[in-house]
């Protein structure tokens, strides 16, 4: 529907930024293998400047039936089981604010059938207020669901 544009061409044409973006479909927030995000994350040049990281409630992790997981007692990066949904975001979480020291945005998708990726919305809005990471959630907004 964007016609093979993202929202991120869209900022970077819009307002002159720079943006880096690392989409790359099929992949999860679930640490699984090369091309997931956490592996792609430690991948990125640690020197690059960012103002700001932005990052997606993955759809692939509730298709790819990823455990959920549970948020963290602390923010200790060892302690996150990255082979969960809840570990891996606290994971990026805590990676991009001491890689980056910049602050950190979610956003969600759209609503569509999936009581797996409701769950993680609500899994995310916990760990957002755990973190003060910021919520672009698409999910719970009732405007941009009727269109």
């Known amino acids: 529907a964007a016609y093979g544009k993202s929202f991120v061409d869209m900022l970077a044409a819009r307002t002159g930024a720079v943006c880096v973006k690392e989409a790359v479909s099929g992949t999860t927030l679930a640490d699984n293998g090369t091309r997931s995000y956490i592996s792609r994350l430690k991948a990125l040049d640690r020197n690059t400047p960012c103002d700001v990281f932005v990052c997606q409630l993955s759809t692939n992790d509730a298709k790819k039936k990823v455990p959920l997981g549970s948020v963290a007692a602390g923010k200790d990066m060892n302690s996150f089981d990255t082979k969960t949904v809840c570990g ?56 941009f669901n009727e269109k």
Do not use: H, R
């Open 88 to 143: 891996a975001i606290e994971y990026i979480i805590a990676y991009a604010q001491q890689t980056w020291k910049c602050p950190v945005v979610f956003y969600t998708n759209p609503q569509y059938a999936s009581p797996a990726y409701q769950a993680m919305v609500v899994a995310l809005k916990q760990i957002a207020g755990k973190w003060g990471v910021q919520v672009i959630d698409l999910w719970d907004d009732k405007q």
